[in-house]
Nanobody, 125 residues
Framework: QVQLVESGGGLVQAGGSLRLSCAASGRTSSSYNMGWFRQAPGKEREFVAA????????YYKDSVKGRFTISSDSAENTVYLQMDSLKPEDTAVYYC??????????????????WGQGTQVTVSS
């Protein structure tokens, strides 16, 4: 079992920045692909960014490319999502997820086994 706890959400004006953190505990000796998803009110949860354990490749939703950066600190068992140039449409609850490292897909919820409880990000115009 892996437990994931997100933090770093909050209220920010458009154009501002936030850094989300996802702290992992439990069976962290295993290797996982890590992902960030978000869910806005009345909408389905959607993929935002992923970090492959094998090779460290990163992937992003088109609308966040160039603005968001996913990274990790293996010593701290923490994954980050740096969000810059935030827009009101980025407002959502952001979720961290961990999935089997041998999965080659990364953008579907079914690619992930463990989920955090989410952290609210609100971007005002």
């Amino acid at each position: 079992q892996v437990q994931l706890v997100e933090s770093g959400g909050g209220l920010v004006q458009a154009g501002g920045s936030l850094r989300l953190s996802c702290a992992a505990s439990g069976r962290t000796s295993s290797s996982y692909n890590m992902g960030w998803f978000r869910q806005a009110p009345g909408k389905e949860r959607e993929f935002v960014a992923a970090l492959r354990w094998s090779g460290g490749n990163t992937y992003y939703k088109d609308s966040v490319k160039g603005r968001f950066t996913i990274s990790s600190d293996s010593a701290e068992n923490t994954v980050y999502l740096q969000m810059d140039s935030l827009k009101p449409e980025d407002t959502a609850v952001y979720y961290c997820a961990a999935g089997p490292f041998y999965y080659t897909s990364y953008a579907q919820m079914s690619d992930y086994t463990y989920w955090g409880q989410g952290t609210q990000v609100t971007v005002s115009s």
